[in-house]
């Protein structure tokens, strides 16, 4: 089994390996292990790898190594598509760095969040900035963000970053970052779990990048159970809060489709006194935070959103995902069931299905590959 051990980090070595160990990550996964030694040589990379598969170690850790820590000034460069993620990459590369003992600072930066606060945590110069193309820009213009020593520009769900909505950003940054560089190379990296033609074709100006591809899906993996409920639509978030306190749920994440019904899941299950929170795309940015923060904390049992948080969220230990409505498709499935089991550990899926729902369910099953099993619930004696 390969070790973090064999790759060599240079002088960091010692340190990040050992900032790894103590988070009881000794091996890299299959993404990290191709990716990780292209980028410590230079060499730009595109990354397509299932969810919940390491793709943010792969680029943090050969960053983190590169990082001259004598000069105060943005030298990596994460784009995100989303607040969440933006955020969980800056707090992730801190919390390593950290651990390792490295005197680098990481900063997230996304648009919709307080200005002002963001320009006094620029005046303490991170090293490392994740944030959204837009927000990043804007501070380029305003000469807060100084762009003269990104060496290194990652494009994280690249194939979200390059689509018809986010291209024009995305594109009008890193030609900000090549002016400010000059004549001066930049290393680009772009990860993401599917790759797209169109997201391919307009990442050409790539110059020979190195494409990695790492087959299979999570939602395959046998460290993930996938069962079924049938229940009555009426008494689907009856059957969430029984297999919650049931089965002893830690964390888990409800995935709904519609705003509506997740607002009133939320009333329903708070009523029940099960500790609940919500992540909606309707919700302002420190809502949103909040939520995801009061998740990640315990204070909240239990996550509901729609699928704006089925991509790219990394919360360490969810449990269990609940289906309270089935998914548009297999690939959503698959976004959604990689919020759990991660990095090996075991994890849950559970979707509950009334009749109507049946025939979809299984063409799911069959689609996936997944033979679902039917999980019973105890009913209470009237």
Known sequence: MPSFNDIDFGERSIALVGALKAQGVTSPLPVQEQAIPKLLAGANVIGQAPTG???????????LARIDTNKMQAQTVILAPTYELAMQIARTAQELATAAGLPIRALGLIGGANIQRQM?????????????????????HKGKLKLQDVNF?????????????NLKNTVDFINLVRKARGERTIQYAMFSATAPKKAMDRASFLEAPEIIRVEGEPAAESNVEHSYVMTPFREKIAEVRKLTRRLGVKRGIVFINRTFDAVRTLEKLSYENIRATALLGQQGKQARAKAIQDFRTGKATLLLSTDLAA??????DVDTVFNLDLPEDAKTYLHRAGRTGRAGKEGRVI?????KEALKLDKLSKALGIEFSRLSVARRKK
């Open 53 to 63: 598969t390491g793709k943010t170690l792969a680029y943090l850790l050969p960053a």
């Open 153 to 165: 520009l990652v494009l994280d769900e690249f194939d979200r970053l390059l689509d018809d909505q």
């Open 351 to 355: 979707t509950l299905a009334d009749m």
């Open 120 to 140: 006094d945590k620029l005046k303490k110069k991170p090293q490392l900035i994740a944030g959204s193309a837009g927000r990043l820009i804007e501070f380029a």
């Open 311 to 316: 991509r790219g969220l990394d919360i360490a």
